[in-house]
């Protein structure tokens, strides 16, 4: 481990991370006990709150997508069911926001399921990347050929302007 760690450190790591536009930071929070039914979009500068978005809670994981200006919530701490929370900054005159389900709800120890709570995008082909938990009780995987009880990664391809934002 020590010869492993010692290597790693000389390996160059990227340090330049993008910010949506305007200063624009969005918090996501799990939230199991579901007391908390929004997220929050922060100026990174003074930290005020610019937007509340309702109903896009329990995130585990957010992503700025700078390829089409939009942010990504793995929420499967709080929705009902799981869902892939989508939120354009870049509409007029407010963000917009919609959801896809991604799993059942996770509401242990009555009815615990595996938590979808990672998720990442590419900026390029603005593609979006969910692990899909073989125990979150999700179809996505056989849907597309693959096997839910093994679990899969869901691709996402947004129909919408993938335009990026104007800076």
């Known amino acids: 481990m020590t010869s492993s760690a010692s290597h790693l450190a000389n390996v160059p790591v990227r340090r330049e991370w ?16 579901k007391t908390v039914p929004s997220s929050v979009i922060i100026d990174d500068c003074t930290g005020k709150v610019i937007e509340t978005i309702a109903n896009q809670d329990g995130a ?9 200006g939009q942010y990504f919530l793995a929420r499967s701490g709080g929705a009902n069911p799981q ?30 399921h595996g938590g979808n709570h990672s998720v ?16 979150s009780g999700s179809s996505i995987c056989s849907s597309t050929g693959g096997s839910d009880t093994q679990g899969c990664i869901a691709i996402f391809t947004s129909t919408a302007n993938d335009d990026p934002p104007k800076q």
């Open 18 to 33: 993008r910010l949506p536009p305007d200063h624009q930071i969005l918090l996501g929070c799990n939230n199991p006990n």
């Open 60 to 68: 585990d994981e957010v992503w700025y997508n700078e390829g089409d």
């Open 83 to 112: 869902k892939l929370g989508i939120i354009d900054v870049t509409s007029d005159p407010d963000p917009t926001d919609l959801d896809v389900p991604i799993g059942l709800p996770n509401n242990p120890p009555t009815s615990p």
């Open 120 to 135: 990442a995008a590419d900026a390029i082909f603005n593609q979006v990347f969910v692990p899909i938990a073989s125990t």
